[in-house]
């Protein structure tokens, strides 16, 4: 039942059940009411059900995510990666290059973004990629390259697992690992994702509905694995002056449905560095808990989104603007928008 439902409401939906021949019970859950229904409920009675005042929804009990649901932890998830906190009402900045390339480029962004205020270096060493013809990562040696810069600068590091063998080698150098957009549904590799020690950040997949997203983090917290973050990174859409359509929209429906950290990432949203430090502002004051910013020293040189990575200066000002952004925003986060 919806948070602000009646007792007329519960009663009703209690006749409806009665006059399917099934039983029903009213169950306190948080400060919340489900009323659970005993029974065998074919489908265009679910709908029936759903027109009623005062449902929110409803689903098959064993199916329902209920691991990640906001039910299940009302306080929300709050995460330590490398001293830094996320979730609680923080704010987590990630920011790297899209690929690991060189030495001297992972060693020189992870200085540059630490002197700005990261909390965390990202970079890939296994790069989904449209083409096969592109740039795929350097595989083990950029994982290698991204504990050196880890070493250098103290910086926890997030890096993309691509398959199960990645993320073996990904767990052994990285502290958090990424599953990217394209792998959100699969299954496979949430799986063994969630038997890993390490935490998740579980892209949202650029055609996945919030259930999707919901559902696949389940499989991660299913399998044991209750440090996952959900990161908002762009949906398709009709939209020809942007890569993909930042779906800022759901950040206030997953804190009202979810207990998870939400992280919001515009420059794969974008595609374009001029609409990032808008997008990342825009993010935070809907209620994100984490940014996370693709960051190269020669953007025109890069090997993978050069033109969606903003130089070291600009995301130093940018992280200087999101800070200044978080007591402005910092009482409605964790009151308003978290309550069930
Ligand atoms: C990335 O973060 O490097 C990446 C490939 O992102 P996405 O999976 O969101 O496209
Ligand atoms: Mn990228």
């Known amino acids: 039942m919806k948070s602000g439902s009646t007792r007329e409401d519960v009663i009703r939906v209690r006749d409806v059940v009665?006059?399917?021949?099934?039983?029903?019970?009213?169950?306190?859950?948080?400060?919340?009411?489900?009323?659970?229904?005993?029974?065998?409920?074919?489908?265009p009675s679910r709908e029936l059900f759903e027109m009623l005042p005062g449902v929110d929804l409803v689903m098959p009990v064993s199916q329902a995510p209920h691991k990640v649901g906001l039910q299940a932890r009302p306080e929300g998830t709050v995460l330590k990666i490398g001293g830094h906190t996320v979730g609680g009402g923080g704010l987590t900045l990630v920011a790297g290059p899209c690929a690991v390339e060189t030495e001297e480029q992972i060693v020189t962004v992870a200085r540059e973004v630490q002197r700005a205020g990261a909390h965390m270096l990202r970079g890939g060493a296994y790069k989904p990629r449209t083409s096969p013809y592109e740039f795929q990562g350097l595989g083990r040696r950029g994982l290698e390259l991204l504990a050196l810069a880890r070493r250098e600068t103290g910086l926890p590091v997030i890096t993309e697992a691509v398959d199960e063998a990645s993320l073996e080698l990904a767990e052994e150098y990285a502290d958090v690992i990424q599953i990217g957009a394209r792998n959100m549904q699969n299954f496979a590799l949430l799986k063994r994702a969630g038997r890993s020690r390490r935490p998740l950040l579980l892209k949202r997949g650029m055609s996945a509905s919030l259930e999707d997203l919901m559902m696949s983090a389940e499989y991660l917290m299913d399998a044991g694995n209750s440090d996952v973050i959900l990161c908002e990174r762009g949906i398709r859409s009709f939209s020809d002056h942007s890569r993909f359509t930042l779906d800022l929209s759901i950040i206030p429906v997953l804190k009202q449905t979810t207990h998870l950290p939400i992280f919001v990432d515009p420059s794969h949203a974008s595609g374009n560095r001029r609409s990032v430090a808008p997008l990342a502002r825009a993010a935070m004051v809907a209620g994100a808990?984490?940014?996370?910013?693709?960051?190269?020293?020669?953007?025109?040189?890069?090997?993978?989104?050069?033109?969606?990575?903003l130089l070291p200066a600009e995301f130093a000002a940018l992280a200087a603007s999101l800070r200044s952004l978080v007591p402005l925003v910092a009482g409605q986060r964790e009151t308003a928008e978290r309550k069930p």
């Open 289 to 309: 808990d984490g940014i996370m910013i693709e960051v190269h020293p020669d953007p025109i040189h890069a090997l993978c989104d050069g033109p969606q990575s």
């Open 18 to 43: 009665q006059g399917l021949g099934l039983e029903s019970q009213p169950l306190p859950v948080a400060e919340r009411l489900a009323v659970r229904v005993a029974g065998y409920v074919r489908e």
